[in-house]
């Protein structure tokens, strides 16, 4: 069975960091594009950043570049977002998906994806 979980989210006060994992089960993510979106309550979906399957070639959301950094780790077939200085408005769950499509990256609407990991950044 094809599965991507996704871990390590929790509350952090604001300024603080954690760190992501997207594991991948099933399949190898060697050939895949992975991004990472969000989506707070009563928002709509955000993309957040995004990976080439090579790792050479990524792109953040104005609003989190600087902040966050996306990194995969094919050997260990898992994709992380390491995110710091975190801000109340990153509050979100935090969904990783995986395609064999740049267009995942571009729009978000194909890959299948993982259960989200709840982000709440408060003090």
């Known amino acids: 069975q094809l599965q991507l979980v996704e871990s390590g989210g929790g509350l952090v006060q604001p300024g603080g960091s954690l760190r992501l994992s997207c594991a991948a089960s099933?399949?190898?993510?060697?050939?895949?594009?992975i991004g990472w979106f969000r989506q707070a309550p009563g928002k709509e979906r955000e993309g957040v950043s995004c990976?080439?399957?090579?790792?050479?070639?990524?792109n953040y959301a104005d609003s989190v570049k600087g902040r966050f950094t996306i990194s995969r780790d094919n050997a260990k077939n898992t994709v992380y977002l390491q995110m710091n200085s975190l801000k109340p408005e990153d509050t979100a769950v935090y969904y990783c998906?995986?395609?064999?499509?740049?267009?995942?990256?571009?729009?978000?609407?194909?890959?299948?994806w993982g259960q989200g990991t709840q982000v709440t950044v408060s003090s």
């Open positions: 099933g399949f190898t993510l060697d050939y895949y594009y």
């Open positions: 998906a995986a395609a064999l499509e740049f267009r995942l990256c571009q729009f978000g609407d194909v890959g299948f």
């Open positions: 990976i080439s399957s090579s790792g050479v070639s990524t």
